[in-house]
């Protein structure tokens, strides 16, 4: 089975900065993918990023890029100049990419991690 | 874009009574939607896979004649909880995904959740 991690509970940053959260995953797969997700306070799910396993280039979204490092299994999200925004909860989530089997289509989630942005 | 909606968005009910919430797919069908429990600052925990025209598929630990879920069309998935209790008070999430049978779409839709409060 899958197992995705989230090691920073809560973290903080100054607006207009930069911040990286941190995750790393278990699997062994070679076909997958990874997602973060942001959480805000409504509760909706709001997707912020996706990455194919196959591809070695990092996904990028305006103000948001993973450093996708799939050796070591770690897919962390940066986001450049931090907006209030910005504040949520972020989870990361991994995604089966192969064909049957019992975690087909399954997204297993991280433990999150709360985002603060100071003003 | 595709929108998944939950309804209700907020319900109470008392102990010992059934509840029911719908996940609805509104321009698309959904062969398989998935149904999640989230406690308060925590993950997402996948509680069973709904698949149109036959039996969810249930994660270990979740009490499948407690968490009736019903995938009766192509548009429409519903939990029921039966017999509610206080302990199963708790924040209900529910995504559909946009590929056809036996594949994986691109992009995984989620409701905008469901408070159920059992008194």
């Known amino acids: 089975a899958q197992t995705v991690t989230q090691s920073q509970p809560e973290m903080s940053v100054q607006e207009a900065e930069t911040v990286t959260l941190s995750c790393t995953y278990d699997t062994s797969e070679s076909d997958y993918y990874l997602f973060w997700y942001k959480q805000p306070p409504s509760r909706q799910m709001i997707l912020v990023i996706r990455?194919?396993?196959?591809?070695?280039q990092n996904a990028t979204e305006n103000r948001f890029s993973v450093n996708f490092q799939k050796a070591a299994k770690s897919f962390s999200l940066k986001i450049s100049d931090s907006q209030l925004g910005d504040a949520a909860m972020y989870f990361c989530?991994?995604?089966?990419?192969?064909?049957?089997?019992?975690?087909?289509?399954?997204?297993?989630f991280g433990q999150g991690t709360i985002l603060t942005v100071h003003p | 874009g595709a929108v998944v909606s939950q309804h209700p968005s907020r319900v109470i009910c008392k102990s010992g009574t059934s509840v029911k919430i719908e996940c609805r797919s509104l321009?698309?069908?959904?062969?398989?939607m998935f149904w999640y429990r989230q406690f308060p600052k925590q993950s997402l925990m996948l509680m069973a896979t709904s698949n149109e025209g036959s039996k969810a598929t249930y994660e270990q630990g979740v009490e499948k004649d407690k968490f009736l879920i019903n995938h009766a069309s192509l548009t429409l998935s519903t939990l029921t909880v039966t017999s509610a209790h206080p302990e199963d008070s708790s924040f209900y999430i529910c995504?559909?995904?946009?590929?056809?049978?036996?594949?994986?779409?691109?992009?995984?839709?989620f409701g905008e959740g469901s408070w159920l409060t059992v008194v």
């Open positions: 989530a991994y995604r089966s990419a192969g064909a049957g089997g019992t975690s087909y289509g399954k997204l297993t």
């Open positions: 321009d698309f069908q959904a062969t398989t």
């Open positions: 990455q194919e396993a196959y591809k070695q």
């Open positions: 995504s559909a995904d946009s590929g056809r049978q036996g594949q994986l779409g691109n992009t995984i839709y």
